[in-house]
């Protein structure tokens, strides 16, 4: 399903804070996109993880956990706007309750898989890297 496609799927409008363990956050942005909930919903799966392709190069693979609940969304607007390229657009990956290393940009594709996999590819983060650390963060980097 393309960038538009996902826009024709019934959408919600979370307002999060995002933080990065590189010492910067942004509160209280409202984006738009689609749930995880919804999503895996469309296409039902009995998978324990997400892969998520994007721009770049990068990958990251998450428990399905930590994209359902109401915890994570395939954005495609920011602030009321379509998200441009600067914040990861035209799609990304948001989960804001983790670092924004695992909250993909320039997202292109996402799968289900039944294990955590390896590594992502030119990620920071990984399934086996969102515990919370000892200084609280939780994920690896940005």
């Given at each position: 399903?393309?960038?538009?496609?996902?826009?024709?799927?019934?959408?919600?409008?979370?307002?999060?804070?995002?933080?990065?363990?590189?010492?910067?956050?942004?509160?209280?942005?409202?984006?738009?996109?689609?749930?995880?909930?919804?999503?895996?919903?469309?296409?039902?799966?009995?998978?324990?993880?997400?892969?998520a392709?994007?721009?770049?190069?990068?990958?990251?693979?998450?428990?399905?956990?930590?994209?359902?609940?109401?915890?994570?969304?395939?954005?495609?607007?920011?602030?009321?706007?379509?998200?441009?390229p600067?914040?990861?657009?035209?799609?990304?990956?948001?989960?804001?309750?983790?670092?924004?290393?695992?909250?993909?940009?320039?997202?292109?594709?996402?799968?289900?898989?039944?294990?955590?996999?390896?590594?992502?590819?030119?990620?920071?983060?990984?399934?086996?890297?969102?515990g919370?650390?000892?200084?609280?963060?939780?994920?690896?980097?940005?």
């Amino acid at each position: 399903m393309n960038v538009e496609g996902v826009a024709r799927v019934p959408a919600e409008t979370p307002t999060v804070a995002i933080h990065c363990v590189t010492k910067w956050s942004k509160l209280a942005v409202t984006w738009k996109g689609v749930s995880g909930d919804t999503l895996l919903a469309a296409v039902g799966t009995e998978a324990q993880y997400m892969s998520a392709w994007c721009d770049g190069g990068y990958t990251t693979n998450l428990p399905l956990e930590d994209v359902t609940g109401g915890r994570a969304w395939i954005a495609y607007e920011f602030g009321g706007e379509p998200l441009h390229p600067q914040h990861g657009g035209p799609a990304r990956l948001l989960v804001p309750h983790a670092s924004s290393a695992v909250g993909l940009a320039g997202l292109r594709a996402t799968d289900r898989r039944q294990d955590a996999g390896e590594r992502g590819t030119r990620s920071r983060a990984n399934a086996a890297d969102l515990g919370v650390r000892s200084d609280g963060a939780r994920g690896a980097g940005c």
